[in-house]
């Protein structure tokens, strides 16, 4: 749990801390984050090839970290709805049908990227 009285540097070494355990928390329960893990590993380099300019470069890779991104905010939402029960309620499935929702967009955003950039 958080220390709640860390204040100035030890509170910013503490935020990176938990970002390092979120990180390991997501690549090990969460397929999609390794998958889009994976594509952001192949595309970065294909990006840098492909982008013209500095611009279309930032907006190649920008589009896929966005990705992975809305799938940590996805996986966070997943896992509270999962701790509260594994009951079903229309309220639980609603709100993983909406996070799964925001996955596909910032896909569906990043194929575009690429797409328009490419083509």
């Known amino acids: 749990m958080a220390n709640q009285n860390a204040k100035g540097f030890k509170r910013l070494i503490n935020a990176c801390f ?66 509260v029960g594994f009951e079903h309620h229309e309220l639980s499935g609603r709100a993983k049908d909406i996070g799964s929702a925001a996955v596909m967009l910032s896909l569906l955003w990043a194929f575009s990227c690429w797409a328009l950039i490419l083509l």
């Open 18 to 83: 938990f970002s390092v355990a979120g990180f390991k928390a997501t690549w090990q329960h969460e397929e999609a984050f390794r998958q889009e893990v994976v594509l952001f590993l192949l595309s970065t380099p294909l990006a840098f090839w492909l982008g013209h300019t500095n611009i279309e470069k930032v907006i190649l890779i920008g589009s896929v970290v966005l990705v992975l991104l809305v799938e940590l905010l996805n996986s966070a939402v997943e896992a509270v709805v999962d701790r």
